[in-house]
């Protein structure tokens, strides 16, 4: 028999996160479903793992080989998928609810063929019980329907005729193709908040530093909107170069940034600085939604349940102000302030790694 749903999920040498997944995924009732782990070539023995839960698996689960990329193996995923309801998951995601599944589904059908797709509610995994506000903060922007605050760690539920209709992911994209995905089904149609929970590991933020990840993303985010993909080539040598388990250290990026941009001619470097304002002045409100994150935090209002008071009150009086020439104008003089600010700060703050120098030996 067919399943209902398919979902697909891209892994590379994630052995202990692809136990817990499906594991996680037996509780799933109500469902009929089959799971496709897109490889991008693990050496971890993914299929010790897929043996092993063939054997008592209430789904059906099929290892498939793909080039390395998230892009490239969620499409390779979607191209075997016999379904034509698709669901694109991370591999560290879990659920809460035993029937997020079967709820999920039901939402969107009754949306008929409409182009629409599902996120769901997301909820970060923490080894510390206690809260924190900026967790709050990043959990409530993801139930925002507004550009860029969709990711991939939210789920992507939606039919193949939307997914065709959209397009396939971005291959080229080192990062973000998920992102750049949401964005463009934005255009033809429109994103539904689930109505279930789904939790991602905070590993990687509680490791490289919250606010040090976020302000990377956010730098990607910027140059993948003003199409400058040059930076992305530039910069994942930078990344591979950091030391795993260690907070991340944001003074390589800056002055990698430096030297891209010295490659460029001047009215290219005017036109990136300008494009990169332009970006930063439309996405001002965060610094109201922050305000009122932090009010609902101190209340203890549940995530997602707060009033955006102060974004109501700040947006239509900003956007009147700077939604223009000069508004944009200021915003990149004030945006390539902050920059040299920060890589001042930068300097001080984040001192170099220590060299290793070769002793060469007289012959």
């Not at 879990?94 to 029937?99: A, G, T």
């Not at 970060?124 to 993801?142: L, M, T, V």
Request: with cysteine; net charge positive; proline share 5%.
């Amino acid at each position: 028999m067919t399943p209902e749903l398919s979902i697909i999920v891209p892994i590379l040498n994630d052995a202990d996160q692809l136990r817990c997944l499906l594991t996680d995924l037996l509780r799933q009732q109500d469902s009929d479903f089959e799971v496709i782990l897109s490889d991008g070539g693990s050496t971890d023995n993914p299929e010790a793992v897929v043996a092993e839960y063939q054997r008592f698996c209430g789904y059906p689960i099929r290892l498939i080989d793909a080039d390395k990329g998230r892009g490239r193996q969620l499409n390779a995923g979607i191209l075997k998928a016999r379904t034509n309801w698709l669901l694109l998951l991370h591999v560290d995601s879990r659920f809460f609810d035993e029937r997020a599944l079967r709820r999920s589904l039901d939402m969107l059908k009754a949306f008929g063929t409409d182009p629409v797709a599902g996120r769901f509610r997301l909820h970060f995994r923490r080894q510390s019980k206690q809260r924190h506000p900026g967790f709050y903060y990043y959990e409530w922007k993801a139930r925002l329907d507004r550009p860029e605050c969709i990711h991939g760690d939210q789920g992507f539920l939606l039919r193949r005729e939307t997914f065709q209709h959209v397009g396939h992911f971005r291959e080229n994209l080192p990062v973000m193709e998920d992102t750049d995905f949401a964005e463009r089904l934005r255009r033809i149609g429109r994103w539904e908040l689930l109505p279930a929970e789904i939790s991602t590991s905070a590993r990687r933020f509680e490791t490289e530093g919250l606010w040090q990840r976020q302000l990377l993303n956010a730098l990607i985010m910027c140059f993948r909107s003003i199409g400058w993909n040059d930076f992305f080539n530039d910069a994942i040598p930078v990344y591979r170069q950091q030391g795993a388990g260690e907070p991340l250290r944001l003074r390589p990026f800056f002055r990698q940034f430096k030297r891209s941009m010295k490659r460029l001619s001047f009215g290219e470097r005017l036109k990136i600085w300008y494009r990169s304002g332009a970006y930063v002045r439309g996405h001002a409100w965060q610094l109201a939604f922050a305000l009122d994150a932090k009010r609902s935090f101190k209340q203890n209002i549940p995530v997602g349940e707060g009033k955006l008071r102060w974004v109501r009150l700040f947006e239509p009086v900003y956007n009147l102000l700077t939604n223009n020439l000069p508004g944009r104008f200021a915003a990149t003089v004030l945006l390539w302030l902050w920059f040299y600010a920060t890589w001042l700060w930068l300097l001080f703050v984040e001192r170099p790694q220590p060299k290793i120098q070769s002793v060469q030996q007289d012959s």
